[in-house]
């Protein structure tokens, strides 16, 4: 098979989704192969659920037995999606505790992985949004996103590779109960253990290696949960071999937001369509505020030094405020403009968690699936508490006082493991590529500052049909196996010193919701299951199916990619021109690509917005 800089391999993606699209006929033109007419519904789960092989159970014992939850007795999903468990356990060890947190464990669904040791935390962020955002709707083994019908199969389900647990934390979120009492991450983290431990005795999972996960807010909880995992020294119960954030909160609001958002407005200068002088303020603003300066003195490789310490006091209040006026003046040019994903446009998609994006949306008559009383039955979960994906109420005392985690924890979790991965999906303006990228130069691991070289390597992500190769008998029938999902060079990756960072182009806030086969490819970076983000193996639950050769890749699509256009259509990846305004130099640093803009756009996975 020949694959000449990756443009068969673009092709069949883009032919993988013919059926995802509206016809050409729309448009005068005739499509070049007849048009399926099977549902997308009928035409996946049959087969992938005719194909799949579910083990038989392995963690149903007099201690567990409460905790079981019927395969097929889950509202609304019309297929088994095996052996789980959901309840409460307390945050001590009193097991009359009333402080609880509530979890769904879903064990490792592939018969060729349950001899893993190994389990997978899952948090979602806020602080006070519940990790069944996370299982619902990114990457739980049943997803229901917005606009669709109903719950479908995942197969880019994390229980594919791993045991995985979605908990609802700190106390306050979701179904979770109790009294808030927690002042600080590390309160978080303490009560976190304390649950932990409950669970680990519960299910017999001893000496599991555990690896963290989370989006969003969850850059605070995770990395405190798992430095205070270490601080433990016990690999009985806390044997963190790894962690992987997305879009997370890391350190300096202003730093992750106000500071680069004029610079995001330009590289996505097509999204924001402001009229030129709402364009020359914001524009005065980002050089008045000293934001320019900031950028081009510390978003360099290596880091230039130490970034102020309490930037965000030491900003004016106009330019700390610079984020919220650039999201007023968007909404009001894109009523439906979502800062989780900002190529969004109206209209809203009904989401059964009530909250697709920036703006609220719940139909007259719809219901929040998890707030349902056959739901909470089925999870025994309590019948009297009132779901919200994300809390109404605080869940920190007095707000979170806790320092960044980029200063101590973060560091740690690295040093210790040599195994973290921190994501950004490049169209999310919630928190912002260049934001996350500065604060990686603020970040000192390994006895150094911050990245020495800049990312520049591609991230690819294999081509797969969700079936075996032989299986497939035309290019027709890849459009009936599974969901849409990209494949190709979808971004940057840069590893140094057991940190790793990667770029996902076209993806908004929630990764494994936008792009979930990239997610899973970092899944199976951070298991071990392959050894870099640039390898072209297969995945691993298709490990037959063709690749292109490892030097038809490129560069990545991310920062330092391209200075200009012309460079970008010289490197075959695609080109986006800044605006005026931005100089080469600044568009490159951006840390987004739009790399096969035309393949993206139609293979990201189905797309919905929920919470922070």
């Keep these: 098979m020949h694959w000449p800089k990756l443009s068969l391999g673009l092709l069949l993606s883009a032919v993988a989704v013919t059926d995802a699209r509206r016809s050409l006929q729309h448009v005068g033109k005739k499509d070049a192969k007849p048009k399926s007419t099977i549902s997308g519904h009928d035409s996946f789960a049959t087969h992938y ?39 409460y356990l307390p945050i001590t060890d009193n097991p009359d505790d009333t402080d609880e947190l509530f979890f769904w464990f879903f064990p490792s669904s592939s018969p060729t992985n349950t001899t893993q040791k190994e389990i997978l935390l899952w948090l979602n962020g806020g602080p006070g949004c519940s990790s069944f955002e996370g299982l619902l709707q990114e990457n739980g083994p049943f997803i229901w996103q917005s606009g669709t019908l109903k719950p479908i199969p995942n197969p880019w389900a994390w229980n594919r590779l791993t045991n995985v647990v979605w908990v609802e934390q700190p106390i306050g979120t979701g179904f979770s109960r109790g009294k808030v009492t927690a002042r600080g991450e590390e309160d978080v983290a303490s009560q976190f253990l304390g649950f932990w431990k409950n669970f680990i005795d519960t299910f017999s999972l001893q000496g599991y290696k555990v690896y963290i996960a989370g989006e969003s807010y969850a850059g605070a909880y995770c990395p405190y949960i798992a430095s205070a995992m270490l601080d433990k020294n016990d690999t009985t119960y806390y044997n963190v071999s790894g962690l992987i954030v997305y879009d997370p909160v890391l350190g300096d609001d202003v730093v992750q937001e106000s500071a680069t958002t004029v610079p995001f407005v330009d590289y996505h200068h097509n999204l924001f369509t402001f009229n030129n002088s709402f364009n020359a303020h914001i524009h005065e603003l980002h050089e008045s505020c000293g ?27 106009e330019c700390r405020n610079l984020w919220e006026v650039i999201l007023e003046e968007a909404l009001s040019i894109n009523p439906c403009f979502d800062v989780y994903q900002v190529a969004t446009t109206c209209p809203l998609l009904y989401d059964v968690l009530g909250f697709p994006g920036t703006i609220n949306y719940l139909p007259e008559g719809a219901e929040i699936y998890f707030d349902r009383e056959d739901v909470k039955k089925a999870i025994h979960a309590d019948l009297n508490t009132k779901w919200a994906e994300c809390a109404d109420g605080d869940v920190f005392v007095g707000g979170d006082r806790s320092d960044p985690s980029s200063w101590k924890v973060l560091p740690h979790v690295i040093d210790a493991t040599k195994n973290v991965i921190i994501g950004h999906g490049s169209l999310d303006m919630i928190l912002l590529p260049n934001g996350t990228l500065l604060t990686i130069q603020n970040t000192t691991w390994g006895g150094q500052l911050g990245f020495q070289s800049p990312p520049v390597e591609p991230f690819f992500v294999p081509f797969h049909t969700l079936s075996t190769a032989d299986e497939i008998e035309s290019e027709t029938d890849q459009t009936k196996l599974g969901s849409i999902a990209a494949a190709g060079v979808l971004g940057t990756a840069h590893t140094e010193r057991g940190l790793t960072y990667v770029s996902v182009d076209l993806s908004g806030h929630m990764v494994p919701q936008y792009a979930p086969s990239a997610a899973f490819r970092h899944l199976e970076f951070l298991l071990g299951r392959v050894d870099s983000l640039s390898s072209v193996q297969p995945f691993t639950i298709e490990p037959n199916y063709p690749q292109p050769p490892a030097d038809s890749l490129g560069n990545g699509t991310g920062p330092g990619t391209f200075s200009s256009g012309t460079e970008a259509a010289e490197q075959g990846v695609g080109s986006v021109s800044a605006s005026a305004e931005v100089k080469g130099s600044d568009a490159g640093r951006i840390g987004v690509g739009f790399s096969a803009v035309f393949l993206t756009l139609g293979a990201i996975a189905m797309v919905a917005m929920t919470e922070l």
């Design 49 to 87: 659920l005719a194909t799949r092989q579910l083990p038989p159970p392995r963690f149903a014992n007099a201690n567990t037995t409460k905790f079981a939850v019927n395969g097929t007795g889950i509202p609304d999903v019309d297929f088994d999606v095996g052996e789980s468990y959901a309840g």
């Design 291 to 317: 934001f320019a300066d900031y950028n081009a003195k510390y978003l360099v490789y290596p880091p230039s030094g130490p970034q102020p310490k309490g930037y965000t006091q030491s900003v004016s209040r």
